[in-house]
């Protein structure tokens, strides 16, 4: 039951608010508040894409690669199931791809129409475009290229002339989608910058990432304030200079994995080394002190790799952090027992 209800919520928060709750929401003069953790330098596309949803065109090669997406809230990273997103645009078009990662495409949950004004209900992503003085365009495409678009919060407007197409390969889900800036109203300038967010909708589980973000969102995909920045470049990249700008827009994620990875190092050799240690002398607690020495010897053995090379293998990385999961509230708990039985022996 308790799940039933918290699935209900997120669904409630993820997707389109009911009419009587719809603001409109514009941009305005003020400048784009945003930390550097959500800034997304867009690039012209040369070479228009062919809309197949497998993006695997070579202008996309050219173009930055924004992972990590954050789980609501904004304090963990989707690791289970990561996405990334990539754009550019030309004169006349923003272009849009975007990948989720799927180990178990069957169970991909998406069948309803163009024009459905719940697509969010189903695997999805949502793009949110806000342009300077400008309103709110919302624009949800499913995994299987349903389209549906909005203006303000979830406020329902006729389909637009814009395109998306689906994919759907051996372990994941990819759109590409084409979007005219007649449809959104403005052409931007070199340099300009609009507000941007991007989120995954997955009902494929697991259930705490049933919602994840780019910006760092507290409860609703619809907090304006929370939105990230795209920052439009009237230049198109090289192969080396896209990788090199995508290391740039990606590092302040990275360096808060490091954190997380340091952090636990620190609580380890501070707090719970000697804990776990004296759990091995303790026949009662002697293997739940092994299973939890097996995951903080992982995180040892990567902390030392991290202090050796600044690289970072982030499918490693969040493979040992989806490992330590409530592992300090684990390790707390039998703290507490070694403690206990301290005090009796």
């Known amino acids: 039951m308790k ?9 409630l928060c993820a997707g389109c608010v009911i009419s009587g709750n719809i603001r409109e929401t514009k941009s305005t003069n003020n400048p784009v508040h945003t930390k550097d953790i959500s800034l997304y330098q867009c690039y012209r596309i040369e070479k228009e894409p062919v809309l197949d949803g497998k993006v695997d065109d070579d202008c996309w090669q050219f173009i930055p690669e924004a992972r ?15 996405s990334w997103f990539k754009a550019g645009w030309d004169n006349e078009n923003f272009y849009f791809a975007f990948r989720a990662d799927e180990p178990d495409v069957k169970k991909i949950n998406a069948k309803r129409p163009d024009g459905d004004r719940f697509l969010w209900m189903e695997d999805s992503v949502e793009l949110f475009l806000i342009p300077p003085e400008m309103n709110c ?19 329902t407007v006729p389909l637009e002339n814009w395109q998306a197409k689906s994919f759907v390969g051996k372990d994941f889900w990819s759109v590409e989608v ?23 909708n997955n009902l494929t589980g697991p259930e705490e990432e049933r919602v994840s973000c780019w910006p760092k969102i507290e409860k609703s995909f619809h907090e304006v304030e929370n939105y990230g920045t795209i920052v439009f470049k009237k230049r198109v990249l090289n192969k080396k200079e896209s990788d090199a700008i995508g290391q740039k827009i990606n590092e302040p994620r990275y360096s808060l994995l490091k954190e997380k990875i340091t ?26 002190g092994e299973q939890l020495a097996n995951i903080w010897s992982l995180v040892m053995s990567y902390y030392d790799k ?6 970072i293998n982030l499918k490693e990385m969040s493979d040992v952090l989806l490992k330590t999961r409530g592992l300090k509230e684990k390790t707390e708990e039998l703290k507490k027992k070694v403690e206990m039985e301290s005090l009796f022996n």
């Open 3 to 11: 799940n039933t209800i918290l699935f209900s919520i997120l669904l």
């Open 68 to 82: 990590c997406f954050f789980l609501l809230g904004g304090n963990e990273f989707a690791t289970v199931k990561p």
């Open 137 to 155: 365009w919302q624009f949800v495409i499913s995994a299987i290229g349903s389209r549906w678009n909005a203006v303000g919060i979830g406020k």
């Open 178 to 200: 084409k979007i005219p800036f007649k449809v959104l109203g403005k052409i931007p300038s070199d340099g300009e910058k609009w507000k941007i967010n991007v989120g995954r």
């Open 263 to 288: 952090s636990l190092a620190q609580a380890y050799e501070a707090d719970y080394k000697s804990c776990i240690e004296k759990a091995y002398s303790i026949p009662s607690l002697k293997g739940q």
């Open 306 to 311: 991290m202090k050796k090379s600044p690289e």
